[in-house]
């Protein structure tokens, strides 16, 4: 059942990932999570994340905007490096709270016009490109942030989606030795679904990037604000969640010591 559920979720992944620059990770981490644990599902979900980010690459790689690669993609890549490795010993809820607040106060200002009168220079590139990347980095989810930031340049659809997926490349590049070491066992023990996703996750690419190419850049920019919007949410929703369970835990546990005294 789970190689079903997996693969399904790994085509719309892989196809909203060549339409938008992200969703992968968004949508399989969650999913392999509930079978595998948080720790090992990030690890399984890096291969097929590094296999449709290099087929979407393929396809979309002279579309990169050298300019905006250079003036935000590096800070964008060393920024998310650095909040990953913070968020291993800062990672909290409430980072989650705060960055779902940062995507949905992103999507609404894009639905609304807002973000419109917005355009980046280059010195606020390499600003949002830092700053994006380690905040993405420190709760986990890059993707989402990144794309949001890059709808402050004045690009086309494919140039921002072949723009965020070269960045995904350095970041992907740099933390896979990592996962590998860490989670060699986990990971080839559990082949057979990472196969499966691999397939996915390719499928959903191929198709994904011929809509792409299709779509209206007004109609590209309305859906992607909202798989933003919607990301957005479910970090609010998650976190909140998360925060909930942890507070009532002390709770448990002091009253479980005085129900033994």
């Given at each position: ?234 970090m609010l929703v998650h976190g909140a969640g998360t ?19």
């Open positions: 059942m789970i190689h079903i559920a997996a693969f399904v979720t790994a085509v719309v992944a892989g196809g909203i990932a060549a339409m938008s620059g992200f969703g992968i990770g968004s949508l399989l981490t969650p999913l392999l999570a509930v079978r595998y644990g948080t720790k090992l599902a990030v690890a399984m979900v890096s291969v097929p994340h590094l296999v449709g980010t290099t087929a979407r690459f393929i396809g979309l790689r002279r579309q990169v905007d050298r300019r905006v690669f250079l003036n935000f993609g590096i800070l964008s890549a060393v920024g998310g490096l650095a909040g990953a490795l913070l968020n291993a010993r800062a990672g909290s809820p409430a980072l989650a709270i705060v960055f779902g607040c940062l995507l949905v106060f992103a999507a609404v200002s894009g639905l609304t016009g807002l973000v419109d009168r917005m355009r980046f220079g280059r010195g606020a590139a390499w600003i949002a490109g830092a700053s994006s990347g380690f905040f993405g980095g420190l709760v986990g989810n890059q993707g989402g942030i990144r794309s949001a930031a890059l709808l402050g340049f004045d690009i086309r659809k494919e140039a921002l989606v072949a723009t965020a997926t070269a960045i995904a490349l350095i970041v992907d590049g740099a933390r896979m030795p990592v996962y590998f070491a860490i989670e060699t066992r986990g990971m080839v023990a559990q082949w057979p679904v990472l196969i499966t996703t691999i397939a996915g996750v390719l499928l959903g690419t191929f198709w994904g990037v011929r809509l792409l190419r299709r779509i209206e850049e007004r109609t590209f920019r309305k859906l992607l604000y909202t798989l933003i919007l919607v990301l957005g949410v479910y925060l909930r369970a942890n507070s009532q835990m002390p709770g448990a546990t002091s009253s479980k010591l005085e129900a033994r005294s």
